[in-house]
Nanobody, 123 residues
């Protein structure tokens, strides 16, 4: 399984960005997906997760109500729509996949990771 994240960039506080993660490899549609982020000098943290069919999602409290995770199994993509961005959202964002159907918030449950895309939110 290979994952390729894109869509990062520089945005002003209050703005929006949409990250996309394209996956290749078999059985994409069977596995749950997640987005994580890592800010400079900080540990990697969970952002959002979605189960295999997209019917269940989970968000970190810090992004709840502002971010939306979605997936298109026909296109093998998982997206993260980010709105009302804050400077503290600045980080490298990573998409990842589990090998199970239920969503996970523990990064250790994700064996496959994309390369990351940088999101910078200016104040």
């Amino acid at each position: 399984v290979q994952l390729q994240a894109s869509g990062g960039g520089l945005v002003q506080a209050g703005g929006s960005l949409r990250l996309s993660c394209a996956a290749s490899g078999r059985a994409f549609s069977m596995y749950s997906k997640g987005w994580f982020r890592q800010a400079p000098g900080k540990e990697r943290e969970f952002v959002a997760a979605i189960n295999w069919n997209g019917r269940s999602t989970y968000y970190a409290e810090s992004v709840k109500g502002r971010f939306t995770i979605s997936r298109d199994n026909a296109k093998n993509t998982v997206d993260l729509q980010m709105s009302s961005l804050k400077p503290e959202d600045t980080a490298v964002y990573y998409c990842a996949t589990t090998v199970g159907g239920s969503y996970e918030i523990d990064w250790n449950k994700y064996p496959y990771w994309g390369q990351g895309t940088l999101v910078t939110v200016s104040s």
